[in-house]
Every structure is written in structure tokens, then in C-alpha cells.
Antibody, heavy 121, light 108 residues
């Protein structure tokens, strides 16, 4: 069974840092690009960041560029999102997402249950 | 940046047909996907590549995409279809994944 389990969310003060993790199982993790998508309270889905299957390429939404860093450890089947200089507007549920194939146009076929990040003093 | 516009809400009686639109510039040229998100749950893919259904998704869910509008159609709506629905594309120009604004489907 394909499974994505996020962890690392919590309450952090503005300007603080947090690292999210996503443990993957049930598929060949190293073969797929992986992504983070977030959802602010009462709002829609927002793309955050992507990383290629081997970690060689990374992409970020303008809203997080320069503050967030995506990485992966294929030996541990784990995806990470290092978040720095957090702002109140970063408060959201963060989802770890698997794409179905090798092309960026492919759909997101598996989502984790999400981990909640709250940025507040 | 590329924008996908959806109606905020659609209401439908049980057994009737719900149609959810997703508007975007020349969206018909893109591979369009739809996700269903029930309260407190993660999104689930219900339609990919405009009109294909993943395994396990009922035939009642169908899609189309042409010109500047894509449509998700839910036939014979059931109470369990009540959820938020999002369209999504990959935008080559901005090199970003773009989600629609989302539509809340209410079953009366």
C-alpha cells in the first residue's frame, strides 16, 4: 500500500524555523519527483515546492523562495522541507504529495494526511 | 501567473447532476486534473488528464476540457459527494503547479 506520513509540524514563533519530514512506503521512492502543497485555514490548495527524483533539481513557489528548502534522502525514503523565517501567513496544513509519473504535467496520485504548522507568538 | 477560476459553490439535490467549471486561458491545451477533498481529509484524485478516472472512482464522475473551460460532472449525486473540488494544471510559463480556487459542492 502506498503511504505518505508527514511529521514535524507544530507551533512556532514568527521568524522561527521548522523542519517537516515525509516518510514514504509502498512504492519506489527514488523513482518519483515529490512535492509539498499547503492549505491555509479555510483556504484552497497552494503549491509550495518540488524536488526531482534524484534531488538534483528543486523548485519553489515565489511565496517561499529563499526561505524554504526541499530535500530528500532516497536511502531513507524520506522527503524534507526546511522552513526558515516563518511568517503568520505560512500557517497551514502541509501535505507531502507524490506525482504519478515522470512528467511535470502528470497528476498528483497520492497525498499524505498532512501536518499542521502554526506560526504565532 | 496562470489563474484557474472556479465557482465558490454548487448546490445539487440527490440524484441530480452537478457540474463544476474551471476557467483558464486556453486551458484546453493543458492536462487538467480534479481533486476531491472532504472535510478534515487530504485531497483525492478523481479525474486526471481531463477525463480519465483513477481506479476506484465511480463512473458517475466524468470530465471534459476544451477552449477556456474544463468541467467536472458528477451524475446521480449522492450525499457522500459533498466536498470541495479543485482543478489543477502544470503551467509551463511560470513553471508552477496551479490549483483552481476550489468549489464547495453541497448536496441538498
Amino acid at each position: 500500500e502506498v503511504q505518505l506520513v508527514e511529521s514535524g509540524g507544530g507551533l512556532v514563533q514568527p521568524g522561527g524555523s521548522l523542519r517537516l519530514s515525509c516518510s514514504a512506503s509502498g512504492f519506489t521512492f527514488s523513482s518519483y519527483a515529490m512535492h509539498w502543497v499547503r492549505q491555509a485555514p479555510g483556504s484552497g490548495l497552494e503549491y509550495v515546492s518540488s524536488i526531482s527524483h534524484n534531488g538534483g533539481s528543486t523548485y519553489y513557489a515565489d511565496s517561499v523562495k529563499g526561505r524554504f528548502t526541499i530535500s530528500r534522502d532516497n536511502s531513507k525514503n524520506t522527503l524534507y522541507l526546511q522552513m526558515r523565517s516563518l511568517r503568520a501567513e505560512d500557517t497551514a496544513i502541509f501535505y507531502c504529495v507524490k506525482i504519478s509519473g515522470s512528467y511535470r504535467e502528470d497528476p498528483f496520485d497520492m497525498w499524505g494526511q498532512g501536518t499542521k504548522v502554526t506560526v504565532s507568538s | 501567473s496562470y489563474v484557474l477560476t472556479q465557482p465558490p459553490s454548487v448546490s445539487v439535490a440527490p440524484g441530480e447532476t452537478a457540474r463544476i467549471t474551471c476557467g483558464g486561458n486556453n486551458i484546453g491545451s493543458k492536462r487538467l486534473h480534479w481533486y476531491q477533498q472532504k472535510p478534515g481529509q487530504a485531497p483525492v484524485l478523481v479525474i486526471y488528464d481531463d477525463s480519465d478516472r483513477p481506479s476506484g472512482i465511480p463512473e458517475r464522475f466524468s470530465g471534459s476540457n476544451s477552449g477556456n473551460t474544463a468541467t467536472l460532472t458528477i451524475s446521480r449525486v449522492e450525499a457522500g459527494d459533498e466536498a470541495d473540488y479543485y482543478c489543477q494544471v502544470w503551467d509551463t510559463s511560470s513553471e508552477n503547479y496551479v490549483f483552481g480556487t476550489g468549489t464547495k459542492v453541497t448536496v441538498l
